[in-house]
């Protein structure tokens, strides 16, 4: 599996501003995703990041609100904008090292409250 | 639609006792994956293991152990002699096409000394 970090490992903001989550891999991967985790709650898809082109979002999340990037095969973004009390949570991103039906291995995760 | 159900939201066993976390999934693909991922209090998700929809042998590593059963769209994963760095909450996951994840809601472990 590759090793993959994030920064920031957590955040405390104030609503109305906006975060920029990074995630890097050590190796090339084919898929990278992200994910966000309420509290006490399970993870929910928010986009696929595709290399070269646009976000794939998931039903009830849009690029206005949660831009991504993907510049490269190793490196990948996500913005929180405009941030509310309710965007309090932990927001993870994974990979896939093959194909669509490969294994995905999770970053640390970034938490963020959002005041 | 759930598409994963983890019924059992936690449980507390003894160390040493064996605890069984029930998942059961529901898909229409004839082809797909389940996985077990385990998240510490730290919050990574660790993975443990992945299974395609064409086995169904039971694998075992270590002290984990895991029952696939197509018949009743079940995966359950059995930790036996429980110790205490076991205590985390465990998650059931479904890979249908385009590799993205369908998670349970998760079962929270704890194992007292």
């Known amino acids: 599996s590759a090793v993959i970090s994030q920064k920031p490992s957590r955040d405390i903001c104030q609503r109305g501003t906006s975060l920029t989550i990074q995630c890097q891999v050590d190796s090339q991967v084919t898929m990278m995703f992200w994910y966000r985790q309420q509290p006490g709650q399970s993870l929910t898809l928010i986009a696929t990041?595709?290399?070269?082109?646009?976000?794939?979002?998931e039903s009830g999340f849009v690029i206005d609100k949660f831009p991504i990037s993907r510049p490269n095969l190793t490196f990948s973004t996500l913005t929180v904008s405009n941030m509310s009390p309710e965007d309090s949570s932990i927001y993870l991103c994974?990979?896939?090292?093959?194909?669509?039906?490969?294994?995905?291995?999770f970053g640390p995760g970034t938490r963020l409250t959002v005041l | 639609a759930q598409k994963v159900t983890q019924a059992q939201t936690e449980i507390s066993v003894v160390e040493k006792e064996d605890v069984t976390l029930d998942c059961v999934y529901e898909t229409r693909d004839t082809t797909y994956y389940l996985f077990w991922y385990k998240q510490p209090p730290s919050g990574e998700l660790v993975f443990l293991i992945r299974r395609n929809s064409f086995d169904e042998q039971n694998e075992i590593s270590g002290r984990y152990s895991w029952n696939f059963q197509k018949s009743t769209s079940s995966f359950n994963f059995t930790i036996t002699a429980s110790q205490v760095v076991d205590s985390a909450v465990y998650f059931c996951?479904?890979?249908?096409?385009?590799?993205?994840?369908?998670f349970g809601a998760g079962t929270t472990v704890t194992v007292r000394a």
């Open positions: 994974s990979v896939g090292m093959g194909g669509s039906t490969d294994t995905q291995y």
């Open positions: 990041a595709n290399q070269g082109s646009e976000a794939t979002y």
């Open positions: 996951a479904l890979s249908e096409e385009g590799n993205k994840l369908s």
